[in-house]
């Protein structure tokens, strides 16, 4: 086994033994997804495996929803990194990543860099994409305790983080503040084709949602 294959090795079970059983969707599955996406993007898009797969694994770790604050996530994973004898240039990459990753309302001026931080984060929006973006969606507004739809609540233009975070919303809303803007803003050539077929479940989705195809099978009600 390569170095570089024991610290992915190593990262995987580290990951898993963090994340396995989260419920607000960052769980080891939704890890596994994106790091299995990172390396198909990265494969055709001709970025480099070990970093792309090494960030993918550990891109949620350090997110401010998880830990007391981002910036002591971050800290965590650093060291992590420091431990288990990464190069610094790499350690610099990887970090450099996955501060940039996150969505974070859509309107944060800096964004990855590189084409492994693109393929990153292009394979971790795929995965809010599809029926696997609704369960998810559906999942978090659970967790944090919102409706799932308020037809007298309309999504919000231009969110600051604070308003995104704020929780004045519903999982329908969160289509419209972020979903459906995912296809637009993939990196690379790859996702973009990936983000077609996942985006228009999501519109079928909706359609079905609000009623506007026939529901045929059921009976109706008296
Ligand atoms: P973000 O950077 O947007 O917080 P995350 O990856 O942390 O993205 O979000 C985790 C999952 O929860 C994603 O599938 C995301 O679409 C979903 N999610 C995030 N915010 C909300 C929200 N306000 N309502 C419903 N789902 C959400
Ligand atoms: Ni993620």
């Known amino acids: 086994m390569t ?11 580290y990951v898993f033994q963090e994340l396995n059983g989260e419920v607000s969707g960052h769980d080891w599955w939704h890890i596994h997804r994106v790091t299995n996406l ?14 792309c797969e090494l960030a993918a ?10 830990n007391e604050t981002e910036a002591i996530g971050l800290q965590k994973v650093q060291t992590w990194l420091a431990i288990n004898g990464l190069e610094t240039q790499d350690q610099d990459h ?8 996150s969505f974070k309302g859509g309107n944060q001026t800096q964004t990855v860099s590189t084409l492994e931080g693109q393929v990153v984060q292009d394979a971790d929006r795929l995965d809010a994409l599809g029926a696997i973006g609704i369960a998810r969606t559906m999942a978090y507004s659970g967790h944090t305790g919102r409706p799932i739809h308020d037809p007298a609540m309309q999504p919000r233009e231009q969110l600051t983080l604070e308003e995104y975070r704020s929780g004045q919303d519903t999982a329908i809303m969160h289509f419209y503040e972020k979903l459906l803007k995912l296809k637009d803003r993939m990196n690379t050539t790859t996702a973009k084709e990936l983000a077609q077929e996942r ?10 949602f609000y009623g506007k195809r026939p529901i045929t099978r059921y009976l109706p009600i008296k």
Do not use: C, P, S, V
């Open 3 to 13: 170095n570089k294959q024991a610290i992915l090795e190593k990262a995987r079970a």
């Open 38 to 51: 990172a390396r198909t993007i990265a494969q055709k898009e001709g970025a480099d495996l070990f970093i």
């Open 57 to 66: 694994l550990l891109h949620d770790l350090a997110d401010g929803k998880l």
């Open 94 to 101: 990887i970090m450099d990543i996955i501060e940039h990753l």
């Open 199 to 208: 985006h228009q479940f999501l519109e079928t989705y909706l359609e079905q």
